[in-house]
């Protein structure tokens, strides 16, 4: 039979491999940040992962581009912060948002929808409560303000329970419908409320509810607006969050819950908005936000001001009111203005840099929040190691024992494949952004037992060779030409059980998936370009054929008392 492929140049394919070597880790050492490291996942380094569920007026599933525009826009938020080791991923319709250390607040703020209307505000009254009727119906009332900002001051914030001062029964002129910012569904005048079925999911009763209160908060009917403002209770989540038609009034709540707010469609989105900044307010002993418009914005901003003059307009941030001042001169035509409410210095820096970088095109509700400590995932790490050492000791200790010296062979081949996989990973975690978890080490756990099921495979093929009489030298050969065939559709089958499973999974089962399937490709390149040149090189060498070396002496007295067996019944015929 003549020589299959790894056996005719054994010091070539051998040289091969090492040339790949030396190629991986010159990409590791000298392109980069030149670290050694692979990068860890949340599980092994600590952090917080926050799983994001998008939701849809409809109740439909996000559209691909619109998950690959959120993720965009978030990933824009955490380099604007400088939050470094973060990352942002889309699993099936999820976005999962991992940001390092314990706090999962930052991480929540990422994922804020920020979607930034300015609207006029028609009327303001105090939050219904106790089931007493309103201070004063809405629109609004008229009532002094002392603490109204300064003449001449832009409209920075005005005191939230700063009702407007002008004439609330004036009609606003008509302004151009803006369109919703970025979103995937087109505007749509509310749905009329319909008794649900008693069956619904979780995304069909989103939906409802945000149709509900679409009807009821949105509607342009004067009496259905008195019901909602009476109705409006500002302490239960807002389902219409991030989801309100700007081309509609709107009843709202402030952000601290002390107003209900009647406001007016938009005058202004949070995509006129070119820059935004933070800073403290020294005259006001504040923290504030301040906006620069683009050229469209400066001039809607300056009809505005000019437009509602000791009236109040409204800073309405996902459905919610941050900032309702008094505009106590217009109109101004600087293109700038600012934002001021409860701000701390952190979220104020957050607010600016949230509407810097544009509003998300949908909304999303937290399913799942996941804080694991650094001293937690050093011990996960140690564990995983830990479990990888003993699994490699194991498969070598077998190997000696069943298979003589020929186990070293074995085992120099796993620790080559072992430095092929640590390169692979540490430059997968720099292109592409893999990182390595608990699940991806179980994979590698799991690959070891794979590559060394190749050993075996091979090992006892070069027996059955010499079972039937060969010598070690012509059994190499002989085994590795019907053990490459065996190893090849093993390896094919565990293969495709790994892409499967990529593609079907989601979470932490991916890089599960993942590592199997590059240890399994690596386990055939080692393979062709280590095992089977070393066994064949080993197969020409007298010192590697003896059988106190190979371990293979019992099977050599087997092929020996077979061959004694069929020579016998010819001698006893003569």
């Given at each position: 039979m003549p020589p299959s492929q790894g056996s005719a140049h054994p010091f070539r394919l051998l040289g091969v491999y090492a040339a790949l070597l030396a190629v991986i880790y010159a990409l590791v050492f000298f392109t980069g940040d030149h670290s050694p490291k692979p990068k860890l996942g949340i599980d092994l380094q600590g952090g917080t992962r926050v799983t994001l569920t998008a939701r849809t007026p409809d109740g439909n599933e996000p559209s691909r581009e619109s998950l690959q525009k959120a993720q965009e826009i978030i990933e824009n938020r955490v380099n604007g912060l400088g939050v470094s080791g973060s990352e942002v991923v889309i699993d099936g319709t999820n976005l999962v948002i991992t940001v390092p250390g314990e706090e999962s607040q930052q991480a929540r703020a990422l994922a804020t929808t920020a979607k930034l209307y300015i609207r006029p505000v028609l009327g303001a009254t105090q939050p219904q409560t106790g089931g007493a009727a309103p201070q004063q119906p809405v629109p609004g009332a008229p009532s002094a303000d002392p603490n109204a900002p300064a003449p001449g001051q832009a409209p920075t914030t005005g005191d939230p329970n700063a009702p407007a001062t002008g004439d609330p029964a004036t009609p606003a002129p008509e302004a151009t419908t803006p369109a919703p910012q970025s979103r995937v569904f087109p505007a749509q005048a509310p749905p009329t409320p319909t008794p649900p079925p008693a069956d619904l999911t979780p995304a069909q009763q989103q939906a409802k509810e945000i149709a509900d209160a679409k009807a009821l908060r949105q509607s342009t009917d004067q009496n259905m607006q008195q019901v909602a403002v009476m109705s409006m209770d500002c302490t239960k989540p807002d389902?219409?969050?991030?989801?309100?038609?700007?081309?509609?009034?709107?009843?709202?709540?402030?952000?601290?819950?002390?107003?209900?707010?009647?406001?007016?469609?938009?005058?202004?989105?949070?995509?006129?908005?070119?820059?935004?900044?933070?800073?403290?307010?020294?005259?006001?002993?504040?923290?504030?936000?301040?906006?620069?418009?683009?050229?469209?914005?400066?001039?809607?901003?300056?009809?505005?001001?000019?437009?509602?003059?000791?009236?109040?307009?409204?800073?309405?941030?996902?459905?919610?009111?941050?900032?309702?001042?008094?505009?106590?001169?217009?109109?101004?035509?600087?293109?700038?203005?600012?934002?001021?409410?409860?701000?701390?210095?952190?979220?104020?820096?957050?607010?600016?840099?949230?509407?810097?970088?544009?509003?998300?095109?949908?909304?999303?509700?937290?399913?799942?929040?996941?804080?694991?400590?650094?001293?937690?995932?050093?011990?996960?790490?140690?564990?995983?190691?830990?479990?990888?050492?003993?699994?490699?000791?194991?498969?070598?200790?077998?190997?000696?024992?069943?298979?003589?010296?020929?186990?070293?062979?074995?085992?120099?081949?796993?620790?080559?494949?072992?430095?092929?996989?640590?390169?692979?990973?540490?430059?997968?975690?720099?292109?592409?952004?893999?990182?390595?978890?608990?699940?991806?080490?179980?994979?590698?756990?799991?690959?070891?037992?794979?590559?060394?099921?190749?050993?075996?495979?091979?090992?006892?093929?070069?027996?059955?060779?010499?079972?039937?009489?060969?010598?070690?030298?012509?059994?190499?050969?002989?085994?590795?030409?019907?053990?490459?065939?065996?190893?090849?559709?093993?390896?094919?089958?565990?293969?495709?059980?790994?892409?499967?499973?990529?593609?079907?999974?989601?979470?932490?089962?991916?890089?599960?998936?993942?590592?199997?399937?590059?240890?399994?490709?690596?386990?055939?390149?080692?393979?062709?370009?280590?095992?089977?040149?070393?066994?064949?090189?080993?197969?020409?060498?007298?010192?590697?054929?003896?059988?106190?070396?190979?371990?293979?002496?019992?099977?050599?007295?087997?092929?020996?008392?077979?061959?004694?067996?069929?020579?016998?019944?010819?001698e006893m015929s003569r």
């Open positions: 389902p219409l969050a991030g989801n309100d038609d700007p081309a509609l009034p709107l009843v709202t709540c402030s952000q601290d819950g002390t107003e209900v707010f009647l406001l007016g469609p938009s005058r202004i989105d949070g995509q006129e908005i070119a820059d935004a900044t933070s800073g403290f307010n020294a005259q006001q002993a504040r923290h504030e936000v301040n906006l620069e418009f683009r050229s469209t914005g400066t001039d809607a901003w300056a009809a505005l001001t000019g437009e509602y003059v000791n009236k109040r307009v409204a800073f309405v941030l996902d459905s919610k009111v941050v900032s309702a001042p008094q505009v106590q001169q217009g109109p101004q035509l600087g293109g700038s203005t600012s934002i001021s409410g409860s701000f701390t210095a952190d979220s104020a820096s957050e607010l600016a840099n949230t509407l810097k970088y544009g509003s998300l095109p949908l909304s999303f509700t937290t399913s799942e929040a996941e804080t694991v400590s650094a001293t937690l995932g050093l011990a996960a790490l140690k564990a995983g190691l830990l479990a990888g050492a003993v699994g490699l000791l194991a498969v070598l200790l077998y190997c000696l024992f069943v298979y003589r010296m020929l186990g070293f062979l074995a085992g120099f081949s796993l620790i080559a494949a072992g430095f092929a996989v640590y390169g692979i990973i540490v430059l997968l975690g720099r292109w592409i952004g893999f990182t390595l978890d608990l699940a991806g080490i179980a994979g590698l756990i799991i690959g070891i037992g794979l590559t060394a099921d190749s050993f075996v495979v091979f090992f006892e093929r070069i027996k059955d060779e010499m079972r039937e009489g060969r010598s070690f030298r012509s059994a190499v050969p002989r085994g590795w030409a019907r053990a490459q065939r065996t190893n090849l559709s093993g390896k094919t089958v565990s293969l495709i059980a790994s892409v499967v499973l990529y593609l079907l999974a989601a979470g932490q089962v991916k890089g599960f998936a993942f590592t199997l399937g590059v240890t399994t490709v690596l386990d055939v390149i080692v393979l062709y370009l280590v095992t089977a040149p070393l066994l064949m090189l080993a197969a020409r060498s007298p010192f590697w054929a003896k059988p106190s070396v190979n371990g293979l002496g019992s099977v050599q007295q087997i092929a020996r008392e077979r061959g004694a067996g069929q020579v016998r019944p010819k």
